[in-house]
């Protein structure tokens, strides 16, 4: 009969985090990449099937009073290799690379959130729009202080998928630099900064563009063209466009990503989806003067009639400021007014 407990080197008493651990260390080092003897790949498997057992809290009750036999029939038998690449997120094509070289090589990264790290060393990794809408792989190293006061340069290689976004993260455990005060080492957060794009802003999986048209399109419909990453795109619009009007193109926004379905477009129904929607923000262009005969034109094509009374004491209006401009102000005004009230 198996002891678990004797496979992982712990006691009954030991708790979720020296499970998992004790689990890390051993399965690195008999991971059947960097073993190829048979009892390494033996032992590999063990470990594996008793992390799975008493990393649950469910399978480690049953254990506890009944033994191996009564746990080990209650559920479907796990593959250590899957159990390993969930956990740890390590591409193991190139794990025989990593044991050796020192370098760490990881499949994806996460939306998890880490701000439960209590102590934990920040590496922030820019990558583009365009890179985050096709995916790429980042390659750099990390510095960081070990026990004996040494530096070490550890080298990072991740394959960013496609559809990633601001603040993904990969969590490294004690991966960072070491604290003599607690005797602990931090753990490694890798976090994606996206940078700003020239032209499009993001919104979870929605692309948010302005473009400018005439008031002729406005009014006539019109086609025109956008650099959407590695292609133009031609959009096509046949409505009258009034002011602040804006548009959608669905499945031209950003590669969704696993779960990951928010959007600002009108449809909750996600399924079938790819890509998030393509949201254009439209500005009309007016003409800065028209001619005599220009308004004359305009009008018999409005069909607006010439008005006979005409009004002496009437006054000139003369252009003050967009509407938008005005409220920005306003907005600043109530601000600090409501600042000054804190103050006093």
């Known amino acids: 009969m198996k002891d678990l407990y004797h496979i992982l080197n712990l006691n009954r008493s030991a708790t979720d985090t020296e499970i998992k651990k004790s689990y ?7 991971h059947p990449d960097k073993n190829k003897s048979e009892d390494a790949k033996l032992q590999f498997k063990n470990i594996s099937e008793a992390y799975d057992i008493l990393s649950k809290p469910d399978k480690r009750r ?8 009564a746990v080990s029939e209650s559920g479907p038998q796990i593959n250590p290799m899957d159990l390993f690449q969930s956990l ?7 794990m025989s690379e990593q044991m ?23 590496y922030n990794l820019e990558a583009t729009l365009d890179e985050l809408y096709h995916g790429t792989k980042k390659e750099f190293e990390i510095h960081h202080r070990l026990p004996n006061h040494s530096m070490k340069s550890t080298s990072y290689i991740i394959n960013i998928k496609k559809g990633s976004k601001h603040g993904d993260n990969i969590v490294v455990k004690e991966g960072g630099n070491y604290i003599p005060e607690l005797k602990s080492t931090e753990d490694l957060v890798i976090q994606i900064i996206e940078k700003k794009h020239p032209f499009y802003q993001r919104k979870n999986n929605d692309l948010y563009i302005e473009h400018k048209i005439s008031l002729i399109d406005s009014l006539c419909g019109c086609q025109f063209t956008i650099d959407h990453f590695d292609e133009k795109l031609t959009i096509e619009i046949k409505d009258i466009i009034k002011p602040n009007s804006m548009f959608q193109v ?10 990951d379905i928010k959007s600002l477009s009108n449809s909750n129904d996600s399924q079938g989806k790819d890509y998030g929607t393509l949201i254009i923000d439209l500005q009309i262009i007016y003409p800065d003067e028209i001619s005599e005969k220009q308004i004359h034109y305009l009008k018999k094509i409005f069909n607006v009639t010439q008005k006979n009374e005409s009004n002496d004491n009437a006054v000139i209006a003369y252009y003050y400021k967009d509407k938008e401009d005005a409220v920005k102000e306003l907005m600043n005004e109530e601000e600090e007014e409501g600042m000054g009230c804190i103050q006093q």
């Open 62 to 69: 049953i254990y506890d009073q009944f033994g191996y036999d």
């Open 250 to 259: 669905f499945q031209k926004g950003m590669p969704l990503k696993k779960d």
């Open 24 to 30: 890390r260390k051993l399965a690195f080092q008999c």
């Open 100 to 122: 050796d070289s020192n370098i760490f090589i990881f499949s994806d990264l996460s939306s998890n959130p880490f701000t439960q790290l209590k102590h934990k060393m920040t």
């Open 88 to 94: 740890f997120n390590v591409d193991l094509m190139n």
